[in-house]
């Protein structure tokens, strides 16, 4: 193998540097994007170039990695990603929330409550919340500047004007700190309460965007709503099948082209950890469901 | 009965390895070589060097081999090579007006000196297939003439002498790195043009061709396209003197284009420029078109709201390996958020029809 050939954690260790000042100026402003020079990664812009960016920066050889997507570890692309910082960085790997020091995510946040010295990293494909609602960067960086939101609330009185609720699943705006409205990347609005008062820092990063931001330990994060239509986090209104946990948030899995369905939990290493001490779903194979 | 999906490092390892067959193709037909790709889809080469921004044809002919003629792919593999090496500094402008043209015409004046010289060109082939070329025939050697030593000074410098064409004062500023800043706008002309430089030829191509269809007019010529090789030279400051290094093909494109004048300047041509690796005349035309129309502001004309002219439009969307990273990635597993939107839309869909059935 010619690994050798690249330096720890393959980014150069001046790029690393570069990518650390960003980091820093990101948790000293929580929620706001600090342009960084992203690097050209040896997967594609979109596959997560972002966050194994941020991933390298902070990852040192005592650390040990966890990646997810969709919440699973053994997704193809966590798997892609967790194999190339084997690869280049020869740091230990594992798939249980508890026993990360880094954990590289992309759509959600995991079950487990983290704690205090953990840093989770979001893959972030479009950072500006506001993107939407106005293309032009030029103009969306104003609108921060000027803490200009009105647009964005106009947005959400018209969705409850059309449909009677907030039609916003994922990617549900937060304010920070009662300063910057933030993009939390395409987590579904179920994840967002672990965003506020988390006691492991969070950093959010897009490669082909070229953007930084962060959450410092047990920051404030709101997300957005009125007071007669407060935001309410959401999931499917079942057990999971196989742990039967009420409180986790579930993937639908179609079984038979008759409409029948069963719902897992979306975390891998949460279900697992919950069978493992001997809780049963539905259609668990010892069969005794509740 | 559902399995949670494990072997996902299974599958990528044996996806890897049907890939690996497939490029070969059929193993009873002889191998390419990297030196046959090199020297005979020289085109292909040249492109994957210009988007790539790595000037290097054995790496652009190895890359395509390997990305199995997906040129994108070709020039994505460059890239992460390139992001990896070390800069060791920065050359001098190279002299184009000194280039070695291998061929060098121009549309606005029917002689000129340094000639027109039509080169190694597909202009005015017949676009008849070549059957003799399947049966593998050799070419006939091409005709030789002794090189021209007359020098081949710009078009665009010759109207400048009497005025006709807009001045480019010399700039010393140091070139902006597209790879080692991030983006910010409004961008310096000279950022715009290195962007448009490995920009994709394909979207370069079609804003171009937007402007002459009324997108952003801009009445372009082509005073002048030349191909050739020109030395590349850098400061030692060891030495205290520039020392040549190599040489590199490039294609150059300097365009003049109408220009009314205003209550300040009398009239005058305008300039747009293209400078592209390697030989690419489609992409250096229009590139030269693309940094004419993002010239509206300097020059004071109306932004007319054209594609071609919205510079953060142009930069944001002109890179092939961001298009086709973000495009392609929507493959990628997004179900978390689809059952969001699964449930929301079922959610939305049972009082819709609870507010029917009331109202029935």
Known sequence: MTDQAYNFAYLDEQTKRMIRRALLKALAIPGYQVPFASREMPMPYGWGTGGVQVTAACLTPDDRLKVIDQGADDTTNAVSIRRFFQRTAGVATTERTTDA???????????????????????????????????????????????????????????????????????????????????????????????????????????REARIYALPPYSDVVSLDFEDHPFTASKADHACDLCGSGSSYLDEVITDDRGTRMFVCSDTDFCAARQAQGHCGRLSPQGDAP | MYVAVKGGERAIDAAHAWLAEERRGDPAIPELTVAQIREQMALAVNRVMAEGSLYDPDLAALAIKQARGDLIEAVFLIRAYRTTLPRFGTSRPVDTAAMAVDRRVSATFKDLPGGQVLGPTFDYTHRLLDFALAAEGEAPPAPQAPARDEPVPHVTGLLDRDGLIEGQPADDTPAPDLTRQPLELPASRALRLQALARADEGFTLSLAYSTQRGYGRTHAFVGELRIGRVAVQVDLPELGFAVEIGEVELTECDTVNQFKGSRTEPPQFTRGYGLVMGQSERKAISMSLVDRALRWQELGEDFTGAPAQDEEFVLSHCDNIQSTGFLEHIKLPHYVDFQAELELVRRMRREAMQMQEAAE
Request: proline share 11%.
């Open chain 1, 101 to 207: 020091t880094v954990i590289q995510t992309r759509h959600r946040i995991p079950e487990q409550p983290l704690a205090e010295g953990q840093i989770l990293v979001y893959q972030v494909p479009i950072p500006e919340p506001l993107r939407f609602l106005e293309p032009r960067e030029t103009e969306t960086r104003k609108m921060h500047e000027l803490e200009e939101y009105g647009l964005m609330h106009v947005k959400l009185y018209e969705d409850i004007a059309r449909h009677g609720e907030i039609a916003t699943a994922y990617a549900y705006p937060v304010r920070v700190e009662g300063r910057y409205v933030m993009d939390p990347s395409p987590i579904p609005k179920f994840d967002n309460p672990k965003l506020a008062g988390n006691p492991a820092i969070q950093l959010f990063g897009a490669g």
